[in-house]
């Protein structure tokens, strides 16, 4: 009867403690910062992938698809700031876009468990904050940058798919 008794609070005090537990945040809403502009752009990702070196001739104001090759062959612009730890099978990208309208705090959100570097005036940009959400399927990282007002180039490396779909985006 004892043991009955204390199964009994036990289970009453794993059940209050459940409940205390705040509920799970959907799929997205894990990151630092909103995304639901993100979570849209991504909704309507192109299909068609950009060459590597690509030159942009307006900043993106939704999704962009860009091929990625062999690391080895990716002419990437600098070197990456984390270089893949193998090159075997790791691919490479990287596309220019004119000056931003204005400088200030950008955020590049990318759907492969790649590296990005941003460039600016030939200098790779420190990245000021990054977060994921394994629970999203849109896309899995979104790094902020800090941007002035100058031509960019976005590179990215590792290990990845065919290609990479991304935003750059004032950080909200």
Same mark, same amino acid.
């Given at each position: ?5 204390? $199964?009994?609070?036990? =289970?009453?005090?794993?059940?209050? /403690? #459940?409940?205390?537990?705040? !509920?799970?945040?959907? &799929?997205? +809403? ?5 995304m639901a502009r993100e979570v849209a752009a ?21 999704? $962009?698809?860009?091929? =990625?090759?062999?690391?080895?062959? /990716? #002419?990437?612009?600098?070197? !990456?700031?984390?270089? &893949?730890? +193998? ?49 999203? !399927? ?32 004032p950080a909200s």
């Amino acid at each position: 009867m004892k043991r009955l008794i204390m $199964t009994i609070a036990g =289970l009453a005090l794993a059940s209050a /403690a #459940a409940a205390a537990e705040p !509920p799970a945040k959907p &799929p997205c +809403e894990n990151f630092d910062w909103p995304m639901a502009r993100e979570v849209a752009a991504f909704a309507a990702a192109p299909a068609e992938a950009a060459a590597s070196g690509t030159g942009l001739k307006a900043w993106p104001d939704g999704v $962009t698809r860009l091929a =990625l090759g062999p690391f080895e062959t /990716a #002419a990437l612009p600098v070197m !990456p700031d984390r270089a &893949p730890k +193998e090159t075997d099978g790791a691919k490479g990208a990287w596309i220019t876009l004119p000056a931003p309208a204005a400088g200030g705090t950008y955020q590049v959100t990318i759907d492969s468990k790649l590296w990005v570097d941003v460039i600016q005036d030939g200098r790779t940009v420190a990245s000021g904050a990054h977060s994921s959400d394994a629970s999203c !399927p849109a896309f899995h990282k979104s790094v902020r940058f800090e941007l002035g007002i100058a031509p960019v180039t976005l590179q990215f490396s590792g290990a990845g798919d065919e290609s990479v779909t991304f935003t750059i985006l004032p950080a909200s």
